[in-house]
């Protein structure tokens, strides 16, 4: 079965770090784009950032400079390092793997491999 197994939320000061980890199982991994989608309440699900199979990452303006993404296929893993977190970065945070991900998709939804989400609150 397919799995993508999400750790590394919780609840930090505004200024703070936390890092998450998403392991994958099941499919071929390193073949794939992987990253992190969020959704904060009543917002629309984003791409916060993703990396190709080939290593090319992208970052959302408001995350850029601030979050660093990795991958490591020998461990089937992408990780998120967020740092200098912002109360807007408060969101369930998703991690997701596609042949090609898509910019705008509906958090769980669409062809892709999604995890079971984990919370990030980031308070002021």
């Known amino acids: 079965d397919v799995q993508l197994v999400e750790s590394g939320g919780g609840s930090v000061q505004a200024g703070g770090s936390l890092r998450l980890s998403c392991t994958a199982s099941g499919f071929t991994f390193d073949d794939r784009d992987v990253g992190w989608y969020r959704q904060a309440p009543g917002d629309e699900c984003e791409m916060a950032s993703t990396?190709?199979?080939?290593?090319?990452?992208y970052y959302r303006a408001s995350v850029k400079g601030r979050f660093t993404i990795s991958r490591d296929n020998a461990k089937n893993t992408v990780y998120l390092q967020m740092n200098s977190l912002k109360p807007e970065d408060t969101a369930v945070y998703y991690c997701?793997?596609?042949?090609?991900?898509?910019?705008?998709?509906?958090?769980?939804?669409?062809?892709?491999?999604w995890g079971q989400g984990t919370q990030v609150t980031v308070s002021s």
């Open positions: 990396i190709s199979s080939e290593g090319a990452s």
């Open positions: 997701a793997s596609a042949r090609i991900l898509p910019f705008r998709t509906p958090c769980g939804g669409g062809k892709n491999y």
